[in-house]
């Protein structure tokens, strides 16, 4: 129906209303305000009803996006052979050493080796304060009066592959 055909069409919906309610008993302002009602709700529907694919869309991207992720995770714990357990060691005006403590057949038996490593340090150095970030562990040992705390050991604890050497590549 077009603004011509419809006498109504022109009234605001504030206007139609206090017209509907001034005239009781004429229904064609009760049908323009239900017609403009229904529009409106098939605008609303269409506008959820796209709100709903795109969220089912997101919904569907994080599933697959969570799935690789568990795979890729599932995937490092067993494939491609041997983890190494390597540590990093730093003294005070010594040389710092990279060497592997072991190798392990998954990444979780490597990483509870590194947590022993850790616990072990602290039993060999009963009298040192010890300080543990992440994978790396400070030894520290009292100056002499008046002097500073001083670091005298740092160790990095590191999980790789067996494919990655953290000393870098072998010459030839």
């Not at 995770?73 to 067993?78: A, G, K, P, Q, V």
């Not at 002097?147 to 050991?153: G, N, R, S």
């Not at 740092?154 to 010459?171: A, N, Q, S």
Request: glycine letters at 6%.
């Amino acid at each position: 129906m077009s603004a011509e055909d419809d006498p109504l069409a022109s009234l605001s919906d504030e206007r139609l209303v206090d017209e509907h309610s001034q005239h009781r008993l004429d229904s064609h302002y009760l049908t323009e305000m239900l017609r403009r009602h229904k529009q409106s709700s098939e605008r609303l529907g269409d506008t959820l009803r796209s709100l709903n694919r795109w969220l089912l869309l997101f919904t569907v991207a994080i599933f697959v996006l969570t799935g690789a992720l568990v795979w890729m995770t599932l995937r490092d714990e067993r494939v491609g052979g041997a983890w190494v357990l390597w540590v990093r060691t730093q003294g005070v005006h010594q040389e710092t050493t990279t060497n592997v403590l072991s190798a392990f057949d998954t990444k979780g038996n490597c990483r509870n080796a590194e947590r022993e490593a850790i616990a072990a340090l602290r039993a060999k150095y009963p009298g040192a304060r010890v300080e543990v970030a992440d994978e790396t562990v400070w030894l520290f040992r009292e100056g002499k009066q008046g002097d500073p705390v001083e670091t005298f050991f740092t160790f990095d604890y590191y999980c790789l592959p067996d494919t990655v050497d953290p000393r870098g590549p072998k010459g030839k």
